[in-house]
Antibody, heavy 119, light 111 residues
Framework: QIKLQESGPGLVKPSETLSLTCTVS??????????WGWIRQPPGKGPEWIAF???????YYHPSFKSRVAISADTSKNHFSLRLNSVTAADTAVYYC???????????WGQGTLVTVSP | QSALTQPASVCGSPGQSITISCTGT?????????VSWYQQHPGKAPKLMIF???HRPSGVSNRFSGSKSANTASLTISGLQAEDEADYYC???????????FGGGTKLTVL
């Protein structure tokens, strides 16, 4: 069973960069069986996908974030990361990492990590 | 692209059946058989309950079923139990650059 664990700062200042890492166990991010993605959920709202990456390095970004987001993977550490630039209070959310199938089904999820954007 | 349309809330009594609808367009639900449903309890991560319109992942109760007609997908929960009280979200693959869209979510209350 694939397990995912998010890590990173819980507090980021406005205009700075949010950086999160997702460590994967029970599966390999270089296997090609899944895409590896980030989803966020603002307080009281529904989820929205941000980005996902495939084992061959292909990246996919939600148009709303494309100009200020980057996803990357480190196969040697079996983890993948998210960087979101120029954050504002609107980026305050619980950030989840998850596995994604070719049909965009998110089948395994991390527990999520709350990131607050505040001075 | 707008989110898929779900009712804000539904309710039912233990043992009853309820259905949650998820309405999209001919560019998403109406075109692809790639609708998923997620259950989310407060403070928890979403859990996949249905994928590819009507398939249940291993371990998900057969009280949960999914279907689709034209541009609307549905999640039916039969034999409602107190533990089913949660938020439910639908998603669909889409031909737009968004690739995937979420529904706004439905809060299920078990009376």
């Amino acid at each position: 069973q694939i397990k995912l664990q998010e890590s990173g700062p819980g507090l980021v200042k406005p205009s700075e960069t949010l950086s999160l890492t997702c460590t994967v166990s029970g599966g390999s991010i270089s296997s090609g069986t899944h895409y590896w993605g980030w989803i966020r959920q603002p307080p009281g709202k529904g989820p929205e996908w941000i980005a996902f990456i495939y084992y061959d390095g292909s990246t996919y970004y939600h148009p709303s974030f494309k100009s200020r987001v980057a996803i990357s993977a480190d196969t040697s550490k079996n983890h993948f990361s998210l960087r979101l630039n120029s954050v504002t209070a609107a980026d305050t959310a619980v950030y989840y990492c998850a596995t994604c199938t070719a049909t965009r089904t998110y089948d395994y999820w991390g527990q999520g990590t709350l990131v607050t954007v505040s001075p | 692209q707008s989110a898929l349309t779900q009712p804000a809330s539904v309710c039912g009594s233990p043992g009853q059946s309820i259905t949650i609808s998820c309405t999209g367009t001919s560019s998403d639900i109406g075109y692809y058989n790639y609708v998923s449903w997620y259950q989310q309890h407060p403070g928890k991560a979403p859990k996949l309950m249905i994928f590819d319109v009507s398939h249940r992942p291993s371990g998900v109760s057969n009280r949960f079923s999914g279907s689709k007609s034209a541009n609307t997908a549905s999640l039916t929960i039969s034999g409602l139990q107190a533990e089913d009280e949660a938020d439910y979200y639908c998603t669909s693959y889409t031909s737009s650059s968004t690739l995937l869209i979420f529904g706004g979510g439905t809060k299920l209350t078990v009376l």
